[in-house]
């Protein structure tokens, strides 16, 4: 999966490669320049350690013989003091050519010379030895010349050889060293040239992708600036309304405010009406009460009129019954004396004072029909007006019911509105606390509503500097874009 | 109290005619009259003479019987006798409605009973109001004489001349 590397990684991978590359360049140049300088050095401090040590050893040989001859002639113990400072300066140059020695033809003229000059120095002694002993100054000075004179010579041969292949050595290192730092000076070159050429490819490439990103990034900047320019107007333009309408709501809100408190007065006066109409409504049920019991009263009596007004109806069917009986007997006596008076009229002559009887007989049935008619007309009168009183005790007493019923409706309804009336003076109470902390809100929201819209001013303003810097922004994104593509 | 007055008068009067009907002579039957009892059918009135008749009877039940004539009703037992039973209003051209509850007792061999519903009272028609009469309807065609009952005029039905169609 191909890696998304960040600018920074980009640029830090780059960087980094160069710096590894610089790093790595210094180091191959501080190691070879070190080389050379070391090699140099080290061909020039030993070489010439070795030709001074050489010189110094010629010079202690000289020395050597010098001090040897002046002793000879002087015998001065000075000389010998001198002799051995000698000995030992001349051991100290060989302890120092030997630890610089690092050839092999070196430590071979080193062991040569070591040797010839040991041999000079045992020569010298035993010289030295001889003359104390009591050689003479002539016998030690022959043997001198014979001996420790050609030894100084051979010496001197030998140091001379060794110094010149010393100088010739020194050449050779010298032009070695050279090679080397040539050397070094074209590897650094070539590394320099490789790093060159990296770092020009790093650099190309950093900048295709520098110009890519930056570019592409620019060109978001661009469009986004665009937009964000587009925004901000319409945020410019938008907070602008949005304080227009900010006052609009603070003066509607104002207006609120002065009807919320006329609410919260009207409430209260509402809530004191309320109370007073629960007061009113209290004494109206107890009012109610009484009445109803008025209307059970009224009730229980036309009930018990109703009642006494069915007993005088049915007394008077009975009468009725009684006055059907005598009008029948009545009837039937008229026809008992028709009767009596058609036998009498057929019992001839014999029958007439029957006749007379039946006469009076029917007479009486007469008036005894006559007078029921008359009962039967007031008991008919009676029932009529019973029935009327019945029936109009008995749309009393079923209105009395009727009104009974809607009168315990109407206590029913009376106790439900005593109930709302209770309920809608608390309600009313509510309202009024309701509206006094509506008209509190109103107050705090008219504040707030005052803030909001110096909130929305100053929001407008900063909208404008929005505005102003996306503009800024819009120019430096199209600088930026400039800078990253010359034809943009 | 004030009605009360009539009442009481009222029984003071009777109870006065009533004790005077013993303490005046006899008073025989008068020539002049003839003693009748009124009747209605519908809206008519109608008197029998008690000398056409044999008796008056009420509440009698009448057995119906099949038979061709449609003013047939039936028989009736009255004091130990069978009566045959016709409708006087269906006789005078009424319609018979069927709840007669009066019979007027006639026939001279066998005993017939004419039955109407409505039973007025005894009313004394004079005889000069007797007379023969043939006239159109059938309500007249058996009257033998008018009489006045209350503020009507009523006719006297001749009971021989329907006993005599009764026959034929």
Redesign the interface.
């Given at each position: 999966m191909e890696r998304n590397w960040t600018l920074g990684q980009k640029l830090g991978f780059s960087f980094g490669i160069m710096v590894v590359f610089i790093g790595v360049l210094s180091t191959v140049a501080f190691f070879t320049l070190r080389q050379v300088i070391a090699d140099k050095d080290r061909v020039i401090a030993m070489n010439a350690q070795m030709r001074i040590e050489t010189e110094l050893l010629a010079g202690k040989s000289d020395e050597i013989v010098s001090h040897f001859q002046t002793y000879l002639i002087k015998k001065d113990a000075q000389y010998e003091e001198g002799l051995d400072a000698s000995y030992n300066d001349v051991k100290k140059s060989f302890a120092t050519m030997d630890a610089i020695a690092d050839s092999d033809y070196e430590k071979t003229t080193i062991t040569k010379v070591k040797d010839v000059f040991l041999k000079m120095v045992e020569a010298v002694r035993n010289l030295q030895l001889s003359y104390k002993n009591g050689a003479t100054f002539e016998q030690v000075s022959a043997k001198m010349k014979e001996d420790i004179i050609v030894k100084a010579d051979v010496l001197d041969s030998v140091l001379g050889e060794f110094a010149k292949r010393e100088q010739e050595n020194l050449i050779t290192a010298k032009a070695a060293s050279t090679d080397v730092a040539n050397t070094a000076n074209w590897i650094v070159f070539l590394v320099g040239i490789f790093g060159f050429v990296l770092a020009g490819f790093f650099a190309f490439g950093l900048t295709r992708a520098l110009n890519k990103q930056i570019g592409s990034a620019v060109q978001h900047i661009q469009s986004s600036s665009t937009e964000l320019q587009s925004a901000a107007n319409q945020q410019t333009s938008g907070t602008r309304e949005q304080v227009t309408s900010m006052n609009e709501i603070s003066t509607t809100i104002k207006e609120l405010l002065a009807t919320s408190r006329q609410i919260a007065e009207s409430a209260q006066h509402v809530s004191h009406i309320a109370e007073d109409t629960a007061s009113s409504a209290r004494n109206g049920d107890l009012i109610v009460q009484r009445t109803q019991e008025s209307m059970q009263t009224i009730k229980r009596q036309v009930d018990l009129i109703v009642t006494h007004m069915l007993d005088l109806g049915k007394k008077s069917q009975q009468a009725g019954g009684i006055l059907e009986i005598i009008n029948e007997l009545a009837e039937q006596t008229n026809i008992l004396s028709i009767n009596a008076t058609i036998e009498a009229a057929g019992a001839g002559e014999m029958g007439k004072r029957f006749v007379v009887v039946a006469d009076e007989i029917r007479k009486l049935a007469d008036r005894v029909a006559g007078s029921t008619k008359d009962i039967r007309t007031l008991i008919d009168d009676i029932r009529s007006a019973v029935n009327t009183t019945i029936m109009a005790t008995e749309g009393g007493s079923k209105a009395v019911d009727a009104g009974a019923k809607q009168f315990s409706e109407v206590t029913v309804s009376f106790t439900q509105i005593v109930e709302l009336v209770k309920t809608t003076t608390e309600a009313a109470r509510e309202i009024e606390l309701s509206t006094k902390q509506q008209s509190t809100s109103v107050e705090q929201v008219s504040s707030a509503m005052t803030t909001i819209a110096q909130t929305a001013k100053e929001s407008e303003t900063s909208s404008n500097q929005t505005l102003q810097t996306v503009s800024e922004l819009t120019s430096l994104s199209k600088a930026l874009a400039r800078l990253v593509q010359a034809q943009a | 109290m004030t009605q009360e007055n009539p009442r009481i008068q009222?029984v003071q009067a009777?109870k006065e005619?009533?004790d005077a009907?013993f303490a005046l002579p006899?008073?025989?039957?008068r020539e002049t009259e003839e003693?009748c009892?009124a009747l209605q059918i519908d809206e008519d009135v109608f008197a029998i003479r008690?000398?056409q008749?044999?008796?008056?009877?009420?509440g009698r039940k009448i057995t119906s019987f099949p038979y061709g004539k449609s003013e047939f009703l039936g028989l009736a037992g009255i004091n130990g006798k069978v009566a045959s039973v016709y409708s006087l209003e269906s006789l005078l051209g009424y319609k018979d409605k069927k709840n007669a509850r009066w019979l007027a007792l006639c026939g001279n061999k066998e005993l017939l009973a004419l039955a109407f519903d409505k039973?007025l009272?005894?009313v004394a028609v004079p005889r000069s109001d007797l007379f023969q009469t043939n006239q159109g309807t059938k309500q007249r065609e058996y009257a033998s004489g008018v009489f006045h009952y209350a503020s009507k005029i009523g006719f006297i039905v001749d009971i021989e001349s329907l006993l005599a169609r009764l026959k034929t």
């Amino acid at each position: 999966m191909e890696r998304n590397w960040t600018l920074g990684q980009k640029l830090g991978f780059s960087f980094g490669i160069m710096v590894v590359f610089i790093g790595v360049l210094s180091t191959v140049a501080f190691f070879t320049l070190r080389q050379v300088i070391a090699d140099k050095d080290r061909v020039i401090a030993m070489n010439a350690q070795m030709r001074i040590e050489t010189e110094l050893l010629a010079g202690k040989s000289d020395e050597i013989v010098s001090h040897f001859q002046t002793y000879l002639i002087k015998k001065d113990a000075q000389y010998e003091e001198g002799l051995d400072a000698s000995y030992n300066d001349v051991k100290k140059s060989f302890a120092t050519m030997d630890a610089i020695a690092d050839s092999d033809y070196e430590k071979t003229t080193i062991t040569k010379v070591k040797d010839v000059f040991l041999k000079m120095v045992e020569a010298v002694r035993n010289l030295q030895l001889s003359y104390k002993n009591g050689a003479t100054f002539e016998q030690v000075s022959a043997k001198m010349k014979e001996d420790i004179i050609v030894k100084a010579d051979v010496l001197d041969s030998v140091l001379g050889e060794f110094a010149k292949r010393e100088q010739e050595n020194l050449i050779t290192a010298k032009a070695a060293s050279t090679d080397v730092a040539n050397t070094a000076n074209w590897i650094v070159f070539l590394v320099g040239i490789f790093g060159f050429v990296l770092a020009g490819f790093f650099a190309f490439g950093l900048t295709r992708a520098l110009n890519k990103q930056i570019g592409s990034a620019v060109q978001h900047i661009q469009s986004s600036s665009t937009e964000l320019q587009s925004a901000a107007n319409q945020q410019t333009s938008g907070t602008r309304e949005q304080v227009t309408s900010m006052n609009e709501i603070s003066t509607t809100i104002k207006e609120l405010l002065a009807t919320s408190r006329q609410i919260a007065e009207s409430a209260q006066h509402v809530s004191h009406i309320a109370e007073d109409t629960a007061s009113s409504a209290r004494n109206g049920d107890l009012i109610v009460q009484r009445t109803q019991e008025s209307m059970q009263t009224i009730k229980r009596q036309v009930d018990l009129i109703v009642t006494h007004m069915l007993d005088l109806g049915k007394k008077s069917q009975q009468a009725g019954g009684i006055l059907e009986i005598i009008n029948e007997l009545a009837e039937q006596t008229n026809i008992l004396s028709i009767n009596a008076t058609i036998e009498a009229a057929g019992a001839g002559e014999m029958g007439k004072r029957f006749v007379v009887v039946a006469d009076e007989i029917r007479k009486l049935a007469d008036r005894v029909a006559g007078s029921t008619k008359d009962i039967r007309t007031l008991i008919d009168d009676i029932r009529s007006a019973v029935n009327t009183t019945i029936m109009a005790t008995e749309g009393g007493s079923k209105a009395v019911d009727a009104g009974a019923k809607q009168f315990s409706e109407v206590t029913v309804s009376f106790t439900q509105i005593v109930e709302l009336v209770k309920t809608t003076t608390e309600a009313a109470r509510e309202i009024e606390l309701s509206t006094k902390q509506q008209s509190t809100s109103v107050e705090q929201v008219s504040s707030a509503m005052t803030t909001i819209a110096q909130t929305a001013k100053e929001s407008e303003t900063s909208s404008n500097q929005t505005l102003q810097t996306v503009s800024e922004l819009t120019s430096l994104s199209k600088a930026l874009a400039r800078l990253v593509q010359a034809q943009a | 109290m004030t009605q009360e007055n009539p009442r009481i008068q009222k029984v003071q009067a009777l109870k006065e005619e009533f004790d005077a009907a013993f303490a005046l002579p006899m008073k025989f039957e008068r020539e002049t009259e003839e003693k009748c009892f009124a009747l209605q059918i519908d809206e008519d009135v109608f008197a029998i003479r008690f000398s056409q008749i044999r008796g008056l009877e009420s509440g009698r039940k009448i057995t119906s019987f099949p038979y061709g004539k449609s003013e047939f009703l039936g028989l009736a037992g009255i004091n130990g006798k069978v009566a045959s039973v016709y409708s006087l209003e269906s006789l005078l051209g009424y319609k018979d409605k069927k709840n007669a509850r009066w019979l007027a007792l006639c026939g001279n061999k066998e005993l017939l009973a004419l039955a109407f519903d409505k039973f007025l009272g005894y009313v004394a028609v004079p005889r000069s109001d007797l007379f023969q009469t043939n006239q159109g309807t059938k309500q007249r065609e058996y009257a033998s004489g008018v009489f006045h009952y209350a503020s009507k005029i009523g006719f006297i039905v001749d009971i021989e001349s329907l006993l005599a169609r009764l026959k034929t």
